[in-house]
């Protein structure tokens, strides 16, 4: 056998030869040859490994190795016989991954799983079917345990997966549908085509990771922006909110383009409607806008936000000059962009909690209702009686807060979700409808006129809306030109991220900078929406030059629009915009802002320090469970990997490595050779 595998690569390694000799007239570099035989996935496109204290969730292999296995394609009913990584069509993702979950067999069988993302299913949902399964139940303010919000959902996000997933482009997954056919016809020989996988974590428990050093929290920073500027007058404030992430299982990959960027659009289009409604001291309310990061991860920007920004004298620990007891009326736009899909024109529900002891939100309902009948934009009604009450939302942490807030949710849908993408990579721009996104905006911005008791009634350009929509759009929701689009190049520098896109998954936080801009300290997503907000609450005219390292403005007003890679000032506004740390409350920040001279990082709070610090007495008095304390694992540089290629037998192999022997001792006999020859006719020259 071994001599037949010799004789038959005999011929390869002669034309190879030839070809670096030079007597090929199309001679074959070392580079192409590899690329011909081996196909990499260039990017992550893979699912990896978060931590809590309720266990871990996502995908992760072997430790230290690569997973490698012949390619078998999965379309419902084959068995799996051997070791063997399985080619599954996107329609069948969940059920595969659900199977591999509650068949212990094919664990032990099944070394990788690769999803061929090149069929579009008419539905695909990771999460569960009540989204934030998995998180504490004080959370909900009613029972969840049965009620379906999310039809589609396969609840397979926060499972623990301990094999590598990949989700294959186009290219890789026509090699890889190639590769199954030819094994399967070939009977899976011992000369397959195999799939060679690393996604290796080293993080392997929350909170202990910390200690150890192989991860890092989940965090970024929300976004407070508040019209008119705050000053020492206290008023009541109308408050409408947003989330700015999502979530799924291939984190890298989720747009979440519906749900929940759809409502983050909605909330900057109508800020910018309000800009040109001048306040007044007359008006009886202030209106802020929330854009919360982290929401996905136990509702995480939320709380944060509570311990920072709600407790006033008793729990505060920073100087952003706002008190959320003064919030009286609550908005949350919701997932809006299909509300016009199926509909003469778009149709939005109003979610209001039922049970408990809160009050009715009558006056914010009613204004919604107003608003929408005075065009012909959007249709406006209240969601059904069946609903347990208001979807998984930040309106759920507010009221366990303060049940006397006015709470709504605007949303799509009545009793169920309608986006059958929800946190997954499908969610993207194919999704939505500006239509729908743009009569949210102007639905929300003629309500929180008409609720902030400002004068007249809000004269909008549903044109000019539409068009801000639509660039917004481009701008956060599409990867070409994602960040690099026009609107925001013209207001900030964007610093490149890992593939070239907007960050949609929260991410982990590796300093804190409640005040900073510094793009090492936040997101770009996050200093886009700052600058935004930021230039549509300021009132007056700019006043002098700033930058974030040395030309400040006073403590009254906000630096906006600088350009350092282009050495470019920022102007002074008088504007009331903050980022808002978000992060989990029980992790502690120890010099950990960027120019901290002694750098530690993030670190978890003892129990003296909780005690100490007053948070554990601020989670008791909500009556919260334990935070999740979501991490996400450390891993090497060569982490996600996935290649492509065709394994020979062991016998072909070894051939393989004896003719490379042989190759390398006759290229050291002819180089000693030719020397010595060189060497005599120098001497007899």
């Given at each position: 056998?071994?001599?037949?595998s010799l004789a038959r690569l005999a011929p390869i390694y002669a034309a190879l030869i030839v070809s670096v000799q030079g007597f090929d007239a199309a001679p074959l570099s070392v580079k192409h040859v590899e690329n011909e035989m081996i196909k990499v996935l260039h990017g992550s496109n893979a699912c990896w490994r978060l931590l809590s204290i309720n266990g871990s969730a996502g995908?992760?292999?072997?430790?230290?190795?690569?997973?490698?296995?012949?390619?078998?394609?999965?379309?419902?009913?084959?068995?799996?016989?051997?070791?063997?990584?399985?080619?599954?069509?996107?329609?069948?993702?969940?059920?595969?991954?659900?199977?591999?979950?509650?068949?212990?067999?094919?664990?032990?069988?099944?070394?990788?799983?690769?999803?061929?993302?090149?069929?579009?299913?008419?539905?695909?949902?990771?999460?569960?079917?009540?989204?934030?399964?998995?998180?504490?139940?004080?959370?909900?303010?009613?029972?969840?345990?049965?009620?379906?919000?999310?039809?589609?959902?396969?609840?397979?996000?926060?499972?623990?997966?301990?094999?590598?997933?990949?989700?294959?482009?186009?290219?890789?997954?026509?090699?890889?549908?190639?590769?199954?056919?030819?094994?399967?016809?070939?009977?899976?020989?011992?000369?397959?085509?195999?799939?060679?996988?690393?996604?290796?974590?080293?993080?392997?428990?929350?909170?202990?990771?910390?200690?150890?050093?192989?991860?890092?929290?989940?965090?970024?920073?929300?976004?407070?922006?508040?019209?008119?500027?705050?000053?020492?007058?206290?008023?009541?404030?109308?408050?409408?909110?947003?989330?700015?992430?999502?979530?799924?299982?291939?984190?890298?990959?989720?747009?979440?383009?519906?749900?929940?960027?759809?409502?983050?659009?909605?909330?900057?289009?109508?800020?910018?409607?309000?800009?040109?409604?001048?306040?007044?001291?007359?008006?009886?309310?202030?209106?802020?806008?929330?854009?919360?990061?982290?929401?996905?991860?136990?509702?995480?920007?939320?709380?944060?936000?509570?311990?920072?920004?709600?407790?006033?004298?008793?729990?505060?620990?920073?100087?952003?000059?706002?008190?959320?007891?003064?919030?009286?009326?609550?908005?949350?736009?919701?997932?809006?962009?299909?509300?016009?899909?199926?509909?003469?024109?778009?149709?939005?529900?109003?979610?209001?909690?039922?049970?408990?002891?809160?009050?009715?939100?009558?006056?914010?309902?009613?204004?919604?209702?107003?608003?929408?009948?005075?065009?012909?934009?959007?249709?406006?009604?209240?969601?059904?009686?069946?609903?347990?009450?208001?979807?998984?939302?930040?309106?759920?942490?507010?009221?366990?807060?303060?049940?006397?807030?006015?709470?709504?949710?605007?949303?799509?849908?009545?009793?169920?979700?309608?986006?059958?993408?929800?946190?997954?990579?499908?969610?993207?721009?194919?999704?939505?409808?500006?239509?729908?996104?743009?009569?949210?905006?102007?639905?929300?911005?003629?309500?929180?006129?008409?609720?902030?008791?400002?004068?007249?009634?809000?004269?909008?350009?549903?044109?000019?809306?539409?068009?801000?929509?639509?660039?917004?759009?481009?701008?956060?929701?599409?990867?070409?030109?994602?960040?690099?689009?026009?609107?925001?190049?013209?207001?900030?520098?964007?610093?490149?991220?890992?593939?070239?896109?907007?960050?949609?998954?929260?991410?982990?936080?590796?300093?804190?900078?409640?005040?900073?801009?510094?793009?090492?300290?936040?997101?770009?997503?996050?200093?886009?929406?700052?600058?935004?907000?930021?230039?549509?609450?300021?009132?007056?005219?700019?006043?002098?030059?700033?930058?974030?390292?040395?030309?400040?403005?006073?403590?009254?007003?906000?630096?906006?629009?600088?350009?350092?890679?282009?050495?470019?000032?920022?102007?002074?506004?008088?504007?009331?915009?903050?980022?808002?740390?978000?992060?989990?409350?029980?992790?502690?920040?120890?010099?950990?802002?960027?120019?901290?001279?002694?750098?530690?990082?993030?670190?978890?709070?003892?129990?003296?320090?909780?005690?100490?610090?007053?948070?554990?007495?601020?989670?008791?008095?909500?009556?919260?469970?334990?935070?999740?304390?979501?991490?996400?694992?450390?891993?090497?540089?060569?982490?996600?990997?996935?290649?492509?290629?065709?394994?020979?037998?062991?016998?072909?192999?070894?051939?393989?490595?004896?003719?490379?022997?042989?190759?390398?001792?006759?290229?050291?006999?002819?180089?000693?050779?030719?020397?010595?020859?060189?060497?005599?006719?120098?001497?007899?020259?």
């Open positions: 056998m071994f001599w037949r995908c992760a292999g072997p430790d230290l190795d690569v997973a490698r296995a012949p390619i078998q394609h999965w379309t419902g009913d084959e068995e799996i016989d051997g070791d063997r990584t399985m080619l599954v069509p996107a329609k069948l993702a969940a059920q595969f991954l659900n199977l591999y979950l509650s068949d212990s067999g094919i664990k032990n069988r099944v070394h990788g799983i690769l999803i061929d993302a090149r069929d579009h299913p008419e539905g695909l949902s990771f999460a569960a079917k009540f989204p934030g399964k998995g998180f504490p139940s004080e959370t909900f303010p009613y029972d969840h345990s049965t009620y379906e919000w999310n039809p589609a959902g396969s609840d397979i996000r926060l499972q623990e997966l301990d094999v590598p997933v990949f989700i294959l482009d186009d290219e890789l997954a026509d090699v890889a549908e190639k590769s199954a056919t030819e094994n399967a016809r070939k009977g899976f020989s011992k000369r397959a085509n195999v799939a060679e996988m690393r996604v290796s974590m080293e993080g392997k428990s929350s909170p202990g990771c910390l200690e150890t050093g192989t991860c890092d929290p989940l965090g970024g920073h929300s976004i407070l922006a508040v019209s008119p500027p705050l000053t020492n007058e206290r008023k009541p404030v109308v408050m409408i909110a947003s989330h700015i992430d999502t979530a799924g299982l291939f984190l890298d990959q989720v747009v979440g383009a519906d749900s929940a960027l759809s409502g983050l659009i909605a909330m900057l289009v109508a800020a910018d409607l309000l800009k040109g409604a001048e306040s007044s001291e007359s008006d009886t309310h202030r209106i802020a806008f929330n854009a919360l990061a982290g929401e996905p991860w136990g509702y995480m920007g939320s709380k944060r936000m509570m311990w920072e920004l709600g407790e006033g004298k008793e729990f505060s620990n920073n100087t952003v000059p706002f008190n959320l007891d003064d919030v009286e009326k609550f908005i949350e736009i919701g997932a809006v962009g299909l509300a016009g899909r199926g509909n003469d024109q778009p149709k939005m529900y109003l979610h209001q909690q039922k049970v408990g002891s809160f009050i009715d939100s009558n006056e914010t309902t009613d204004a919604l209702k107003a608003s929408a009948a005075e065009d012909d934009l959007v249709s406006v009604e209240d969601a059904a009686a069946t609903t347990p009450g208001i979807p998984p939302s930040s309106l759920m942490m507010f009221l366990s807060r303060n049940s006397s807030l006015e709470g709504v949710v605007l949303a799509e849908y009545n009793e169920k979700f309608i986006n059958p993408y929800f946190e997954s990579y499908l969610d993207d721009e194919r999704n939505i409808d500006i239509d729908s996104i743009t009569a949210a905006a102007v639905l929300v911005a003629k309500s929180a006129h008409s609720l902030a008791g400002r004068s007249g009634t809000l004269e909008v350009d549903v044109q000019g809306a539409k068009e801000l929509t639509s660039d917004l759009v481009d701008c956060l929701v599409k990867a070409d030109p994602s960040l690099n689009c026009k609107l925001a190049t013209d207001m900030m520098t964007v610093t490149q991220s890992s593939y070239g896109l907007v960050e949609h998954y929260v991410g982990v936080i590796k300093y804190q900078g409640r005040h900073s801009q510094d793009h090492l300290i936040v997101k770009n997503i996050e200093r886009f929406v700052f600058t935004f907000l930021g230039e549509r609450v300021a009132v007056g005219q700019s006043d002098g030059d700033c930058n974030e390292r040395e030309k400040t403005c006073d403590d009254s007003q906000v630096c906006l629009g600088e350009k350092f890679d282009a050495g470019e000032d920022g102007k002074c506004w008088d504007a009331s915009v903050y980022f808002v740390p978000s992060y989990p409350l029980s992790v502690l920040c120890t010099n950990c802002t960027l120019d901290s001279p002694e750098y530690i990082g993030f670190t978890m709070m003892t129990g003296q320090q909780l005690t100490e610090s007053n948070i554990s007495t601020f989670v008791q008095k909500y009556g919260w469970a334990p935070e999740p304390l979501w991490m996400e694992s450390r891993w090497e540089a060569s982490t996600p990997h996935l290649r492509l290629y065709h394994r020979e037998s062991k016998s072909t192999e070894t051939a393989i490595m004896v003719i490379g022997i042989l190759m390398l001792v006759f290229t050291a006999l002819a180089a000693g050779v030719s020397k010595v020859v060189f060497e005599k006719r120098v001497k007899q020259s």
